[in-house]
């Protein structure tokens, strides 16, 4: 029963998500108005608005101008609230869950962000290490001392890299909101799990990279923002990082 309710109550939080998604890069407020149609400003009424459902029922079309919903809003609202389930599976129905919940979410706008804007929008990365430093005061997973050198490791790696590398191409490479972003990274999971991020995210990362190399041709100009593989970095060290660490060391006993 809870289990289920993890999971309703995660789809509604995603609704929330895609509002933010939707609303920070504008600047605008996340509160009010209401959700409305971005095509014909029609406000949505609260019975068109249950997340997953009302898409199926719809049929992805607005009610009104008839103008397809983009599958970005029952897509966020699926993995939000798959992130729900999976993270109340492992933590149970505790403070732990809420903030790591919390946390997750906060991964989830900013990667759609970055992909969208090339941006990671600082009204979530700096209260998030804030956050995450209070949470670890409050939560069993990880002391304080660990989170404050995960803040300062996640914050003084990227941005040390960041400097060698404008230095050595005179161009900027890594965006300040990566390392506001490992930080918070930090501050949620501890200095181990931002050095397994790291090594995660440049992995995926260059393996990404190549395969749309290959896909779209060398000439390809587009920028792949670095804040989505830093996000996937810290979800699958959330999920798996204990048991890498420990693969890891089995290995090299
Ligand atoms: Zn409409």
Redesign the pocket.
């Given at each position: 029963m809870l289990t289920l309710l993890s999971i309703i109550f995660g789809a509604f939080i995603g609704s929330f998500l895609n509002v933010c998604i939707f609303r920070l890069p504008k600047e605008e407020s996340i509160i009010w108005p209401g959700s409305h149609?971005?095509?014909?400003?029609?406000p949505i009424r609260f019975y068109d608005n249950i997340p997953l459902l009302s898409y199926v029922l719809l049929m992805g079309k607005?009610?009104?101008?008839?103008?397809p919903i983009s599958i970005q809003y029952p897509l966020i609202e699926g993995i939000t609230a798959l992130s729900s389930l999976f993270l109340f599976m492992k933590f149970g129905p505790s403070l732990s869950y809420l903030f790591y919940f919390a946390f997750v979410a906060a991964l989830i706008v900013i990667t759609v962000i970055d992909l969208y804007h090339q941006i990671i929008p600082d009204v979530i990365s700096l209260p998030g290490i804030g956050v995450g430093l209070i949470a670890s005061l409050i939560l069993p997973q990880i002391t304080f001392l660990n989170s404050l050198f995960g803040v300062l490791l996640g914050g003084g790696s990227l941005f040390l890299v960041a400097t060698c590398y404008e230095w050595l191409f005179k161009r900027e490479g890594m965006g300040g909101g990566d390392v506001k972003l490992l930080a918070m990274i930090g501050a949620f999971l501890g200095w181990k799990a931002v050095i397994l991020t790291i090594l995660l995210s440049s992995l995926i990362g260059s393996i990404t990279g190549i395969l749309i190399m290959v896909v779209k041709g060398k000439d390809f100009k587009y920028a792949i923002p670095f804040g989505p593989f830093l996000s996937l970095g810290a979800a699958i060290s959330l999920f798996y990082g204990q048991n890498i660490i420990n693969w890891y060391l089995y290995l090299n006993r």
């Open positions: 149609c971005p095509y014909c400003k029609k607005c009610r009104h101008c008839k103008i």
